[in-house]
């Protein structure tokens, strides 16, 4: 089974519907007040923040598309991050997310761009604007609904958000910092198995995500002793 298929399921299987409409109208009705605090986590953990860097430089839509970097490389660095030590494994995990945030499109990124800038100066819908131009211009670059979930959250729109989580995980099943996130959702909704299983899951990518040890370590004994 896919990384993305196991936590997709374990959402599925906690808010007992099996498609994501349903997922996303429950969450809005009956979950509000576990996400706000879920969620509030989410925005606030450094590793998540990662999940929406800064561009280095506005782009004009109007010049060459950028390079992408080839397969090998991000998986070698994604190697690394596994097998680095702590010290080392945050700037290669910045690293990583630079590439993750390029989108091969110079007009993607003068949108991604635009939506930061709204989001940062709190024009929330212009955010959204530009962010579901982009979505819907590059469907397949998940930076684009990892920022505009950041927004939706900051607008208190809940399933929206975690409906463009899922997205991310969609186009990326090693996305580190969402699936971190969606960890933390878990966690704070008091699904104890669950959430251990996927800061398992976030450990098998990232082993030095900030936070990590000090999450399983809480639940490992409340888990495997209900196990025993």
């Not at 950041?150 to 409906?163: H, K, L, N, Q, W």
Request: proline share 3%.
């Amino acid at each position: 089974m896919s990384l993305i298929s196991l936590i997709l399921q374990l959402v599925v299987r906690i808010l007992g519907f099996a498609d994501t409409q349903g997922i996303l109208v429950y969450v809005m009705v009956n979950f509000t007040s576990h996400l706000k605090r879920a969620v509030a986590a989410f925005a606030v953990t450094s590793c998540v923040c990662g999940a929406f860097p800064v561009l280095a430089q506005e782009e004009n839509p109007d010049t060459a598309q950028i390079e992408l970097p080839g397969p090998q490389d991000l998986a070698g660095m994604m190697q690394q991050l596994r097998d680095a030590e702590e010290g080392a494994a945050s700037s290669i995990a910045d690293r990583i997310r630079r590439e993750w945030n390029k989108s091969g499109s110079a007009t993607a990124d003068f949108l991604l761009k635009r939506g930061e800038t709204a989001l940062e100066n709190g024009e929330y819908a212009q955010a959204i604007d530009h962010l579901t131009a982009l979505t819907d211009h590059a469907p397949d670059f998940a930076a684009g609904w990892a920022l505009r979930a950041r927004t939706f959250f900051e607008m208190d729109e809940y399933g929206r958000a975690i409906g463009d989580l899922e997205h991310v995980l969609a186009l990326n099943p090693q996305h580190f910092d969402a699936l971190m996130g969606l960890a933390l959702m878990l966690d704070q909704m008091q699904h104890a198995e669950d959430a251990y299983e996927a800061y398992l899951q976030v450990k098998a990518i990232h082993p030095h995500q900030a936070g990590l040890s000090e999450a399983i370590e809480r639940l490992e004994q409340q888990v495997l002793g209900r196990e025993l």
